[in-house]
């Protein structure tokens, strides 16, 4: 009829309109540790999915913690923003149990889909202690839902690429200084990987760090170059 074919079409586009799921199984090589995970090459959405990929800063993290394992030796680790979980596996080769956390529930699937690969006894690198649990920076309910089965708390907070949204800095400090207060000062540290995109975000990242009444301190000889941008490790700790 006339006039019909001027109406616009509503078009209901859900958020799975932009999920690309189609993971390939990836070897990264981190010293003399390889590692077999899905993960995505490239983002291709719209939607909050960084989670999906592995990013230059979990590059330089298990790099770092590749050539200093002894570091992790017994410990329990807590990391935030895991993404597929590349850190995680790394880590629970040495360390005694790892939680990794993410508030993106897509990201989740993948990342307990990455731990059931390497929970299953066939592999030979098969790692225990490995769990996924959904974290959302600030959000204290669910930092309390895990510090139930941890009520000690943890050695170690590990975050690898997790400072790109200048909104959620600082929750993030906030869940950083709630876990490294469990075990009290010189008991806990954050390390974090940072890589530079904005110089807004590398003031922000020290300066939010100091507000909180943290110590930030760059780890020496960790500055480097990773998929063409600046990197470098932070040591966070109580005053
Ligand atoms: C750039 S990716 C880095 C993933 C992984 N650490 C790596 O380096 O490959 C950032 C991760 O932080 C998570 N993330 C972002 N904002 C968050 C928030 N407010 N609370 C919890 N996780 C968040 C994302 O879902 C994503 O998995």
Redesign the pocket.
Request: glycine share 18%; hydrophobic share 45%.
């Given at each position: 009829m006339e006039g019909e074919e001027d109406e616009d079409e509503i078009v209901c586009l859900d958020q799975s309109f932009f999920i690309n799921d189609d993971y390939q199984l990836t070897n990264f090589t981190f010293g003399s540790q390889v590692i077999q995970l899905f993960c995505l090459h490239s983002a291709s959405t719209d939607y909050?999915l960084?989670?999906q990929?592995?990013?230059p800063?979990?590059m330089l993290l298990n790099d770092c913690l590749s050539k200093n394992a002894e570091m992790l030796q017994g410990c329990s680790v807590i990391e935030?923003?895991?993404?597929?979980g590349?850190?995680g596996i790394l880590c629970s080769r040495f360390c005694h149990d790892f939680v990794l956390?993410?508030?993106?529930d897509e990201?989740l699937k993948i990342l307990k889909k990455n731990i059931e690969l390497h929970a299953s006894p066939e592999n030979p690198n098969c790692c225990t202690g490995l769990v996924a649990e959904k974290?959302?920076?600030?959000n204290i309910d669910q930092i309390n839902q895990i510090l139930q089965n941890h009520s000690g708390g943890f050695d170690l907070v590990l975050?690898?690429?997790?400072c790109?949204?200048q909104s959620?800095i600082p929750?993030?400090y906030d869940t950083v200084k709630h876990l490294l207060q469990i075990r009290g000062k010189g008991r806990c540290k954050f390390i974090l990987a940072y890589v530079s995109r904005t110089k807004i975000m590398d003031s922000l990242v020290i300066n939010e760090a100091i507000q909180h009444g943290l110590k930030i301190t760059e780890v020496a000889g960790t500055r480097c170059v990773v998929g063409n941008l600046n990197g470098t490790i932070f040591e966070i700790t109580l005053q």
């Open positions: 909050d960084t989670g990929l592995v990013w800063g979990a935030l923003g895991s993404g597929v590349i850190t956390t993410d508030h993106n990201v974290l959302e920076w600030g975050g690898a690429d997790i790109f949204q959620s929750l993030l």
